[in-house]
């Protein structure tokens, strides 16, 4: 009998693509390319690394903890106590020019805004002002989606957490305390602002709330986070957008204000200081700790030493495997074939 033809229907075309017949080109690489790349790519890295490291240096950074566990510390009245709105004044110096512009953040240490069930609390429909949903919580903001038989607004473990301690910083000239005007607006991403978080339309923004209550650890609704500007209120209060970007690490700060203003417009000049702080937050039960930071920002941003330490190191292991390759290709090169 005849053999019958193979099927060729599932064949793929005989075209140079799907029978692999396109020109390619594969480079040869040879110690006269690899050992001046090495160099060149280390020096270039050192060259970086150089720039950026000394570029960190030159950031200016005051850091005071005042979490006030230890007794001497200015803080411990109020960490020992549950009083709400008590203020405490840490005091200091500046040795010179605080150069501008001035960044002020505060820093939580062991928290932990990463956890799973904390992060995913919230609802991102009810942040962005969808009327349809926004007085029906997503069951993700368990357990603080109602509260007296109502709708928590805004719902969920981050936004009840919000942080809540305030500061005022003064400069003391001959005794008299001169207040160092802060600059709240613009302190978010423009994203949260503009794009991912609205308040709902519904006549005025009270109004827009009624039928709603307020996280259960907050002192006053959402419409009147901001007593000062009635504009920086609801689901686009500033410092409530700061704190729902949620932190990767355990230890981080946050932006509070900056000092962009008036006569610390240049930056913070060399004298006294104090900083009173209306102590509210609680973060010994977790072992927590607070602090301030006092920052100043480059064109790489704030002070970061690993970045410049990894371009260094980086840069050092390219340059001596250089020096490793060239030794070994000078005692065991093979000598070129005559033609």
Do not use: H
Request: glycine share 6%.
């Amino acid at each position: 009998m005849k053999a019958e033809p193979a099927s060729t229907e599932n064949r793929p075309d005989n075209t140079a693509f799907t029978q692999q017949r396109l020109p390619a080109w594969q480079p040869m690489l040879s110690a006269g390319i690899v050992i001046p790349g090495f160099i060149v790519i280390g020096l270039a890295f050192i060259g970086i690394g150089v720039a950026l490291f000394v570029t960190s240096q030159s950031i200016q950074v005051l850091e005071r903890d005042y979490t006030g566990v230890e007794r001497d510390s200015p803080c411990f009245k109020c960490s020992s106590t549950e009083t709400k709105n008590c203020v405490c004044t840490i005091n200091f110096s500046l040795s010179k020019l605080f150069e501008g512009p001035v960044f002020f953040y505060y820093g939580l240490s062991n928290y932990y805004q990463n956890y799973r069930r904390y992060a995913v609390s919230r609802d991102d429909s009810q942040l962005s002002g969808v009327l349809a949903n926004f007085k029906t919580p997503d069951d993700s903001c368990s357990p603080y989606e109602f509260s007296q038989n109502k709708p928590i607004a805004p719902c969920g473990s981050i936004a009840n957490s919000m942080f809540n301690d305030s500061f005022k910083l003064y400069q003391v000239v001959n005794r008299s305390r001169n207040l160092v005007p802060f600059d709240g607006k613009g302190i978010a991403w423009w994203t949260d602002y503009n794009i991912k978080f609205r308040n709902p339309s519904n006549g005025t923004l009270r109004e827009s709330f009624a039928g709603t209550v307020k996280p259960p650890n907050w002192d006053r609704p959402a419409y009147e986070l901001d007593t000062e500007d009635p504009s920086n209120n609801g689901f686009q209060n500033q410092d409530f957008l700061v704190w729902m970007r949620a932190a990767a690490l355990p230890d981080f700060r946050k932006l509070y204000r900056r000092i962009t203003d008036g006569d610390y417009a240049n930056g913070l000049p060399a004298g006294n200081y104090s900083l009173d702080i209306t102590y509210n937050y609680p973060v010994l039960d977790f072992e927590g700790r607070k602090k301030i930071v006092i920052s100043n920002v480059s064109w790489m941003g704030g002070k970061n030493r690993f970045l410049g330490i990894a371009y260094l190191v980086i840069g050092s292991l390219c340059l001596v495997m250089s020096m490793v390759m060239l030794i070994v290709y000078a005692k065991f090169k093979f000598p070129e074939e005559e033609p």
